[in-house]
């Protein structure tokens, strides 16, 4: 049996969870917000503090609202559905602040969270297994938490619209045609997962049926009948995944029908988008943070800017327009190519790409620098790289950060040489605990 206790909801962790203090003891509960009180079903122990889950509420957030989605408390994907717009953001520009108060000592102000107009059906990138049920129906969802149970999902709020009618028809063409379900424990069956990727800006939408097997019987028909049940789709890409691993996409392609990529813009400039391709999954949002990272540049003195972890080279080629030079460095090789085709077609012609670590790529480059725009993965970036920026003198940095608390570890080492002027959060996705942090910082 589980122990249960009554707690206080007074924060909330870096993961979305809220935090219960009784006894010296922390626990971490999904689905309660600041103020709330409740019994707390207490699961599991992990490095010091106590998991688990609500029992009964007694005090409700005045901000707590219904959520969209009616799975949203046992999916795991969105921490905060349950709790009203304003109130995400402010926890985001919450946490952001006192990440960067404890763990970087850094007091600047920081600006509210820039949010969505309308905060749902955002994703670009939808991405569900298939597999069957107790009963053997298929179905295709998302995981539980910690588990290889499929949810069922019909619709998700917070993916494009267009994504929820084209995978209920696969899944009814799947059943019709009778093509094998891939089975997780004995690796029989074919279809694995269903990926689809939807472009913004033009009406174009990519499916990538993930298989085991190459040319699988009755592709053909496959094929035909879903571009005929949705017209809307421009491409279908077959991608084989032969290995019994969690990442989706294997190594062999395979184009069944329309060009096998994508296109979108972001800021006017346009981009191919692949089955693999790392693309930004917010297109409304990742202008904004773009836009809000460049205002910061003052581009009339002509800099040379190093884009560094620069993915496909979105920033740093919106940055060339008006800079004199651009570095772009991606230690990514699929990445770092489409970075170049992706310079190519907009006829963008001053900036170099180079396929690399970026810190060995920055200790060992000798152009000096004017402007360093960094966007590092969540682990953030590394002394080798920082302490480059701190010895050769760049004037100005703008720092693009995934994860608060690893930004936070690094602004407290570039604090000794630079002043942390702006701080930008944009809510790049709405409904969960994520939070994207821009920082300006300018040469004592
Ligand atoms: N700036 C891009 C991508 C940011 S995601 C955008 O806005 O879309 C972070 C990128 O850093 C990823 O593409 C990842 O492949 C890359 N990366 C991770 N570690 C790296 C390293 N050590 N050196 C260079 N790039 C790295």
Request: net charge positive.
């Given at each position: 049996?589980?122990?249960i206790?009554?707690?206080k909801?007074v924060?909330?962790s870096?993961?979305?969870k809220?935090?219960v203090?009784?006894n010296?003891?922390?626990?971490f509960?999904?689905g309660?917000?600041i103020?709330?009180?409740?019994?707390?079903e207490?699961l599991?122990q992990?490095?010091g503090v106590?998991?688990?889950?609500?029992?009964?509420?007694?005090?409700l957030?005045?901000?707590?609202?219904?959520?969209?989605?009616?799975?949203?408390?046992?999916?795991?994907?969105?921490?905060?559905?349950?709790?009203?717009?304003?109130?995400?953001?402010?926890?985001?520009?919450?946490?952001?602040e006192?990440a960067?108060?404890r763990?970087?000592?850094?007091?600047?102000?920081?600006?509210?969270c820039?949010g969505?107009?309308?905060?749902?059906?955002?994703?670009?990138?939808?991405?569900?297994?298939?597999?069957?049920?107790?009963k053997?129906?298929v179905?295709?969802?998302?995981?539980?938490e910690?588990?290889h149970?499929?949810?069922?999902v019909k619709e998700?709020?917070i993916?494009?619209?267009?994504a929820a009618s084209i995978?209920w028809?696969?899944?009814e063409?799947?059943?019709?045609m009778?093509?094998?379900?891939y089975n997780e424990?004995?690796?029989?069956?074919?279809?694995?997962?269903?990926?689809?990727r939807?472009?913004?800006?033009?009406?174009?939408l990519?499916?990538?049926l993930?298989t085991s097997?190459?040319?699988?019987?009755g592709q053909?028909n496959?094929?035909?009948a879903?571009?005929k049940?949705?017209?809307?789709?421009t491409?279908?890409?077959e991608?084989v995944n032969?290995r019994h691993?969690?990442?989706?996409?294997?190594?062999?392609?395979?184009?069944?029908?329309?060009?096998?990529?994508i296109k979108?813009k972001?800021?006017?400039?346009?981009?191919?988008?692949?089955?693999?391709?790392f693309?930004?999954?917010n297109?409304l949002q990742?202008?904004?943070?773009?836009?809000n990272a460049?205002n910061?540049i003052d581009?009339?003195n002509?800099?040379?800017?190093?884009?560094?972890?620069a993915g496909?080279g979105?920033?740093?080629?919106?940055a060339?327009?008006?800079?004199?030079q651009?570095?772009s460095?991606?230690?990514?090789?699929?990445?770092?190519r489409?970075?170049k085709?992706n310079?190519?077609?907009n006829n963008?012609n001053?900036?170099e790409?180079?396929?690399?670590?970026a810190s060995?790529?920055?200790?060992?480059l000798?152009?000096?620098?004017?402007?360093v725009?960094?966007d590092?993965?969540r682990?953030?970036?590394d002394?080798?790289?920082l302490s480059?920026?701190?010895?050769?003198?760049?004037?100005?940095?703008?720092?693009?950060?995934?994860?608060p608390e690893?930004?936070a570890?690094?602004l407290?080492y570039?604090?000794?040489?630079?002043q942390?002027?702006?701080?930008?959060?944009?809510?790049?996705?709405?409904?969960t605990?994520?939070?994207?942090?821009?920082?300006g910082?300018?040469r004592?």
């Open positions: 049996m589980n122990r206790i009554k707690g909801c924060d909330i870096s993961e979305g809220g935090v203090k009784n010296k003891d922390i626990y509960v999904d309660l917000f103020g709330e009180e409740a019994d707390i207490v599991y992990r490095a106590y998991f688990g889950k609500v029992k009964k509420l007694y005090k957030s005045e901000h707590r609202i219904q959520p969209k989605c009616k799975i949203c408390t046992s999916c795991g994907g969105c921490q905060y559905q349950q709790i009203d717009y304003q109130t995400q953001l402010q926890y985001k520009t919450k946490r952001v006192e960067l108060k763990i970087g000592g850094i007091n600047t102000p920081v600006l509210p820039i969505m107009d309308n905060p749902y059906y955002y994703r670009n990138k939808i991405q569900m297994p298939f597999g069957k049920d107790r053997g129906n179905v295709y969802g998302f995981y539980r910690n588990s149970e499929i949810i069922p998700c709020m993916e494009d619209k267009r995978l028809d696969i899944k063409l799947v059943k019709e009778k093509i094998p379900i424990d004995n690796g029989k069956g074919i279809l694995r997962y269903v990926l689809i939807t472009s913004y800006h033009f009406s174009e990519m499916v990538v993930v097997m190459m040319n699988f019987p053909r496959f094929v035909d879903l571009i049940k949705h017209p809307e789709i491409t279908i890409v991608n032969k691993t969690n990442v989706i996409l294997g190594q062999e392609e395979k184009v069944l029908y329309g060009p096998g990529f979108d972001i800021l006017d400039l346009t981009f191919e988008i692949s089955p693999s391709s693309f930004q999954v297109p990742v202008e904004k943070l773009y836009q460049l910061l581009f009339k002509k800099p040379v800017v190093l884009d560094a972890y496909v979105t920033i740093g080629l919106i060339a327009r008006n800079a004199k651009v570095i460095v991606e230690i990514n090789k699929d990445a770092s489409n970075a085709e310079a190519k077609r963008v001053n900036i790409f180079y396929c690399d670590d060995k790529f920055i200790a060992n000798d152009t000096p620098l004017d402007i725009i960094m590092p993965p682990k953030g970036s002394e080798v790289f480059t920026l701190l010895n050769n003198k760049v004037k100005q940095i703008i720092y693009v950060s995934c994860d690893t930004l570890r690094d407290k570039l604090s000794s040489s630079y942390v002027k702006y701080v930008q959060p944009v809510d790049m996705f709405p409904m605990a994520h939070v994207e942090t821009i920082v910082l300018y004592k």
